[in-house]
Nanobody
Framework: QVQLVESGGGLVQAGGSLGLSCAAS????????MAWFRQAPGKEREFVGA????????YYADSVKGRFTISGDNAKNMVYLQMNGLKPEDTAVYYC?????????????WGQGTQVTVSS
């Protein structure tokens, strides 16, 4: 089992920046990739971006490309999401996810989420 705990959410004005962190614990050696998802009120959960531990490759949703950056520290079992140029439509609960597979369409482990609110 892998446990994930997000932190760093809050309220920020449009155009501002915010950083989120995700701490992984448990059987972290089994993790192949980690990702961030978000869910806005009344909407489905959507993919934000992912990082693969082997090689450090990252991949982003078009909606955040160029504004958000995912980074990770494998030794500390941490993954980060730096969000710049925030827009009101970025308001959502942000979730950290992890998976033992590098290519599965689903993520096995999920955090509880952290709220990000962007005011206009």
């Amino acid at each position: 089992q892998v446990q994930l705990v997000e932190s760093g959410g809050g309220l920020v004005q449009a155009g501002g920046s915010l950083g989120l962190s995700c701490a992984a614990s448990g059987r972290t050696f089994s993790i192949a990739r980690m990702a961030w998802f978000r869910q806005a009120p009344g909407k489905e959960r959507e993919f934000v971006g992912a990082i693969w531990w082997r090689g450090g490759r990252t991949y982003y949703a078009d909606s955040v490309k160029g504004r958000f950056t995912i980074s990770g520290d494998n030794a500390k079992n941490m993954v980060y999401l730096q969000m710049n140029g925030l827009k009101p439509e970025d308001t959502a609960v942000y979730y950290c996810a992890a998976d033992r597979s590098a290519s599965s369409h689903v993520f096995e482990y999920w955090g509880q989420g952290t709220q990000v609110t962007v005011s206009s």
